[in-house]
């Protein structure tokens, strides 16, 4: 198994900036897609960024532009720098691991960590 543990949420003003952080560790296989999602109360999980090991991104339309996502694959850590944020996107972020080992999909899912953008 795969264990992430996220850090670097907290509160902002919107239009600020927060950085937060990934890091995974266990069974990491070296092919494999690190991904941010957020989830409000009531509300489906949606997908904010993904990133591959080979460093393919994919961005939520809302997002583009103003969010980046990156990683460390020597630290098995993965990133989503947060720009001119707004309130709306109050939410718990969760970071997702994925891989597909001999045919076998797995993934996991962090804690989640919680990001508020005051207007």
């Known amino acids: 198994q795969v264990q992430l543990v996220e850090s670097g949420g907290g509160l902002v003003q919107a239009g600020g900036s927060l950085r937060l952080s990934c890091a995974a560790s266990g069974s990491i296989f070296s092919i494999n897609a690190m991904a941010w999602y957020r989830q409000v109360p009531g509300k489906q999980r949606e997908l904010v960024a993904s990133i591959t090991s080979g460093g393919s991104t994919n961005y939520a339309v809302s997002v583009k532009g103003r969010f980046t996502i990156s990683r460390d694959n020597a630290k098995n850590t993965v990133y989503l720098q947060m720009n001119s944020l707004k309130a709306e996107e109050t939410a718990v972020y969760y970071c997702?691991?994925?891989?597909?080992?001999?045919?076998?999909?797995?993934?996991?899912w962090g804690q989640g960590t919680q990001v508020t953008v005051s207007s």
């Open positions: 997702h691991y994925s891989d597909v080992r001999l045919g076998i999909p797995r993934s996991s």
